[in-house]
């Protein structure tokens, strides 16, 4: 499936972001369709994080970021997740006094002081459909009263993820979300993340897991200094000798398929780098 099949959700636009001389992000041109999971890819400080904070709002950049047609660049972060665009951060650690539920009635509770005196003064109630169809979009309907210390960790991470879900979101960006997983939790977590996307939601995720991100995404982009030096399906990027030799870093580096010690066919170089974590 393609952006364009799908109906291009988000796009950005020759995006750039400098902090001075130091060019963080060159302008990057990306797609991200409904019901889609585009990877973004690359060796660390290539510049993936900067892309979503850039997109996000979280950064100022040059170019175009649009969300559903509707050109949101201009837009403060708060005005952008209105728009139905929402993020997890790397550092997405949940509130361990709080439920599951009241996790994610946090992430919906509206800002500003009106909504501050009426909670104070005659206490909030949680969107309780709201965030029911959060976590059932990630399998943790059972989960809503406990608390996370009293789940694995990759249930902590979908938790995160349905933390971004909720409140009528529409595109999500995941910022290395399966970090700390083990081979079944990273599995697992993949097979949430086509739940998430069949409901139509478009999925933008960056992850140095790459048996996870070859297995889940339909195309892939990849950074390696800020530029993107590749883009197209998952087998595509693995064989590309550009790919490899950015993650490797030698340029001699060839991605052909190996011939293990048994006779049989060995791992990419790219899938063996990025399962090294």
């Not at 946090?106 to 206490?123: E, H, R, S």
């Not at 790919?243 to 006779?263: H, Q, R, T």
Request: glycine share 12%.
């Amino acid at each position: 499936m393609s952006a364009e099949a799908a109906g291009a959700l988000l796009q950005a636009r020759g995006l750039s972001v400098r902090y001075g001389g130091v060019v963080a992000n060159d302008d990057i041109t990306l797609d991200v369709g409904a019901g889609e999971i585009v990877g973004l890819i690359g060796p660390n400080g290539a510049g993936k994080t900067t892309f979503v904070d850039a997109v996000t709002g979280f950064t100022k950049s040059t170019g175009e970021v649009t969300m559903g047609g509707v050109r949101i660049d201009g837009y403060s972060p708060h005005r952008r997740r209105g728009t139905g665009m929402a993020r997890t951060w790397q550092a997405g650690e949940l509130f361990a006094d709080l439920t599951v539920a009241e996790n994610l009635a946090v992430a919906v509770q509206k800002p500003g002081l009106k909504a501050l005196f009426a909670d104070i003064f005659t206490g909030s109630k949680p969107p309780v459909k709201t965030i029911d169809e959060a976590l059932t979009m990630v399998g943790l309907t059972d989960a809503a009263d406990r608390h996370p210390s009293e789940l694995a960790l990759g249930q902590q991470k979908l938790v995160g993820v349905a933390r971004a879900l909720v409140g009528g979101t529409k595109m999500v960006l995941l910022d290395e979300p399966a970090a700390g997983l083990d081979t079944h939790e990273s599995r697992d977590f993949g097979n949430e993340l086509r739940r998430i996307a069949a409901t139509g939601i478009g999925v933008l995720l960056i992850d140095h897991d790459m048996s996870l991100v070859l297995d889940v995404c339909h195309r892939l982009y990849v950074l390696d200094f800020g530029k993107v030096i590749a883009a197209g399906a998952p087998q595509e990027i693995r064989d590309d000798p550009r790919v490899v030799s950015a993650y490797l870093g030698s340029a001699e580096v060839e991605a052909e398929v190996d011939i293990d010690a048994d006779g049989g066919p060995a791992a990419s170089p790219l899938l063996q780098k990025g399962t090294a974590q």
